[in-house]
């Protein structure tokens, strides 16, 4: 069958706790999101300091420090998470059950669009270090982009099973290259070869650089923290005991992203690294380090190879976000289905398209993107981290008042960052996002809204009554007799009632002919022929039912219609399209029930 | 009524036959198409001889008149035409009728790719004029042509009357104004100021530049003629004696594209006007003739006019062309049907999309169309002549050879175009017209054989014998007990016969719930609760039904489900997924019939 071909076979409830993970691993599968944002953080720093010139260049270290230190504030403040949520503390679940569903809704739509451009940004930071290493594909960067993520939601629809080996090769092969390169540079830079440029802190040039420019800095190499709290998210995929091996791995993939991303900052500045158009910062370091060889392809391979993995997570994540939130009544029904793996494949199809979109419309250009990233991500932090500060002060428990302090410092810390990101990002592009989350709550509302509405006017009441039996009148349409229109007769007759066939007449010699075949075929279902003066076949169709609804106000009229289904499914454009203009027509009719008789076509 | 609103009240079958239209009237309501071209076919013969530099240019007038003498030949040859095919003769209807069914298609398929480039060409010329006389809109102009090609389709689709006087006005402005431009231009030129600049034909530069590039030239020029078949067409449209008043109109039209193409030729080439990218080379003459004054403005508006007109006539000519396709089986049956304004709503579409298309890939630009355009036309033109010739080999009748030579030339120089343009213009765009033919031809052919298998397989034979009567099982499947359901159980049960409701045990304690509502509202209809051991509700519901089939080879299953109708359109997303999943799974079951009972909301 198609879907079992699409989406593999159906997991039975009881194997759904499916094999833990080890640490090892663990780090493997949660952590791409937040290692390879090392990729393009580093170069999004210098992408700003550039523009008060080349001395500004400096400047990265202690921005990179800076956000270094962000980094473990948020690590410390999410193992309190961890710890206090085992089952998963999503930013949606933490909001929504400390503050409030306003909160929670906020946080969720923060994390949509997080979702969303993860997708883009991954992808278009991909093909990066992809055109770095063969430039000849810069021109299309956007094409590229666009077959990577239809790969990856493709891959995704036909239900990538979390394989942690899958996983853990690129992240391993990412981190270890890393770290060779970063290791090589700085032997390199500081045991012999002197570097290309090693320009000191020119403080006269820094001095004259803009406070504003300085935090639009700090802002873009933000990017560098999103994805960090995916682990917080899949504690309980965890061996026992969940909580402390997810912290654990917690703070080692902390570390890793610490080093790498100082090491990184440290060798483009040594480099004197420039941030080019058609080349990452990144590729020229590794260019710098080993040459064209075989290492600077490792480099660019892993970087590729761990940035489609982050874009692939948020495939995994979004519809599990979605599932929360139908379940609550925000996003469709459907959605919250989780027995089959099929229901999926609406949220997989939705994010692909929004990201292919957001591709299109920046070019493919993960510069442009940047400036609406962060905004979500920070924010979605700053809910989790308040929502965790009033839990602390309803619940108390032990150790409260240190747990407070460690969420407080992380929520005030979380919300400056998010100060700062809107407002230094606003004009580049944050100001979509902050016009898609009103957006998108909005929508939220407007669901639940319609969800209520619907319970409470389907719901049976005390006087609400078993309806009286009725009559049921059933109308056969037909244009000409043949095989199809027979079987919807024998269909129409086997369930009893009052059955007639429906011809109207346009033109009289093929009625009479229609009429003698009706006399050999008809299988004594009586013929009405009705004239059409105005040669419309629908609507003088529609003017019989609306007759009989009014002769008797309480019947039903079910309209039965011989439906030719053709063997090739194009075919299906040839067929039907009189019959699709009646159920249009016959939609709003209360009491008129219409029902299709297909004759399956052999050929 | 939403029909109502969009396409009009319908007409009687009486009223077809509309008034008929006088010559003036007739001029203006067919000659759009041809006339138009006047605005771009000079500027393309100069696009293609600057390449061999300017004193090149002076060929542009020998090129005129070769193109012209063509309109000779092709106005007396489409004459005899219109007298033989009175109720209109389109290239389609002449080919088939005298040549065969092979014919026919390669004209019909020609004539569609005409339609659909005469939009994009049109609209983009026309557009053109817009940013020739506004040059801040000339970034915007691929914008601009989609917003009026998706403008005029939305006319079409709301039907608008072919008033002759709305017509009269655009086309009359043009005639007239050019006519006053190539008026004042020539007085200019010989009775006082003397020309910007007049190079007389230098004949070693001449000689120089190549045939190819001269017949490269005329292929470009020829794109004048376009149109020019449409009153062959539309004979049936005007007043008594049709015959001879079309033949006179056509004529007139004829000498009128005639008089202001080789004026506008000679004009340019007298004030020295060279194609520029952002200004059309209409628009350079009439401000070298008139300055920028109103004048100036008027031309422009009018070419515009007129160009919109003639991407509207293809709205008009591609669906009744569909029409004649679809009734002989080439096209899908639903374009076949005339009562309806509605069904052509399709072809409006189509036609919209394509052309909207090719404005895209060719970025609005009509120079890179026009090699795509003439090739159709030219091939049409000559199946037309062909077509007459075999017409008066076989039929004779008075005068018959006369008539043989006159369409005889016809066929020849026609032909001889269409091999010109198609190997001039082959690798500027010409092969994609080439690819395209046979796939339409193969469309064509695979749509016909469909329709021709369907109607044997369902066709009654003699030993086909009336069904014997078979029992209905019913079946609705529900999630809960709520007044949507219940309607579909009374529905269920008012057809009679056994009715049972169907409950997928996901939820012990929901299926108690339901179990114990059921007793007080299910109307004595008997409840079946399913085990479900893979969570699957639709797994479940499919292997009860197969398992009913399976126990009677005989019997049909009807499904019955609760539908909720919502009131609001965006709704519908909220609803009814896991019915479509089931609906989709039960496509394929032969004797499953699926109805949806549904239930209105009331907000």
Known sequence: MLKRWLVGN?????????????????????????????????????????LAGAAALALSIPISIAIVLLLIILTVSYRQIIYAYPEG????????????????????????????????????AGIAAVTSAFPALFPHREALCLMTIVMVAVMNLRGVRESGRIFAIPTYLFIGSFLI????????????????????LDKAAVEGISMFLILRAFSSGCTALTGIEVISNGV???????????????????AILGVLFVGTSVLALQNGVIPKEDETVVSQIARLTFGEGMMYFIIQAATMAILILAANSAFAGFPRLASLLARDGYMPHQMAEMGDRLVFSNGIIILGGFSAFLILVFRGDTHALIPLYAVGVFLSFTLSQAGMVRRWLVQKGPHWRKKLVVNGIGALATATATVIISST???????????????????????????????????????TRPPRPRR??????????????????????????????????VNPEETALVEMKWAQWGCGVPLLVIPSPYRSVLGSLMDYIEEQLEKDPECWITVVLPEILPAQWWQNVLHGQRALLLKGALLFKDRVV???VPYHMKR
């Open 181 to 200: 390169m970063l290791g090589a540079g700085l032997v390199q830079l500081y045991a012999g070869q002197p570097p290309t440029i090693s320009p000191p």
């Open 236 to 254: 309980s995929a965890f061996k026992k005991p969940e909580p402390h091996n997810a912290a654990v791995t917690m703070l080692g993939m902390a």
């Open 472 to 505: 049921n009148l059933i109308i056969i349409p037909i244009g000409a007799v043949n095989k199809a229109v027979i079987r919807a007769v024998d269909y129409a007759r086997s369930r009893g009632g009052d059955v007639r066939a429906l011809l109207v007449d």
């Open 425 to 463: 990002k606003f004009i580049h592009g944050a100001w979509i996002v902050i016009i898609l989350l009103p957006l998108l709550m909005m929508m939220f509302r407007a669901i639940h809204s319609h969800y209520v509405t619907v319970t409470q006017e389907i719901a049976l009441t005390r006087d």
């Open 89 to 124: 503390g999503g930013a949606y679940i933490v909001a929504k059950s400390n503050i409030g569903t306003w909160a929670g809704l906020v946080a969720a739509a923060a994390l949509i669009i997080d979702y969303v451009l993860t997708v883009a940004v991954s992808t278009a």
């Open 594 to 596: 219409v029902t299709d």
């Open 10 to 50: 159906p997991l039975k409830t009881s194997q759904a706790a499916h094999q833990r993970l080890t640490k090892l691993v663990a780090l493997a599968v949660f952590s791409s999101d937040a290692l390879s944002s090392v990729a393009y953080a580093t170069e999004e720093i210098l992408l700003v300091l550039i």
